[in-house]
């Protein structure tokens, strides 16, 4: 099974910006699509942006939208998400995981391979 790492968060005030990245183990890393995910406490995990096996195709939460930047360096096995115009309602651990579909995909179903998270706090 993939091993996903995260790194790159840390305190940022609004509107400052942060770089996520996320280091599979998996070989076979360019074949699958990759997600990232946050959860806030005392909330549910939630979708935030995802990329197929290419990282030509690239979806995201509405509430990121024109904020986040998903992207993939399949020759590092790396996937980054870039986050520009921070809110304190963005604070949370943020995950990256391995999907099982090569496709774009919001659905935790597709997701296994979680890493252990990093957290991003915002302040106002």
Do not use: H
């Amino acid at each position: 099974q993939v091993q996903v790492v995260e790194s790159g968060g840390g305190l940022v005030q609004a509107g400052g910006s942060l770089r996520l990245s996320c280091a599979a183990s998996r070989r076979t890393f360019s074949i699958y699509g990759m997600g990232w995910f946050r959860q806030a406490p005392g909330k549910e995990r939630e979708f935030v942006a995802a990329t197929d096996w290419s990282g030509g195709n690239s979806y995201y939460a509405d509430s990121v939208k024109g904020r986040f930047t998903i992207s993939r360096e399949n020759g590092k096995a790396t996937v980054f998400l870039q986050m520009n115009s921070l809110k304190p309602e963005d604070t949370a651990v943020y995950y990256c995981a391995e999907s099982s579909v090569p496709g774009v995909s919001s659905s935790r179903t597709d997701y296994g391979s979680w890493g252990q998270g990093t957290q991003v706090t915002v302040s106002s």
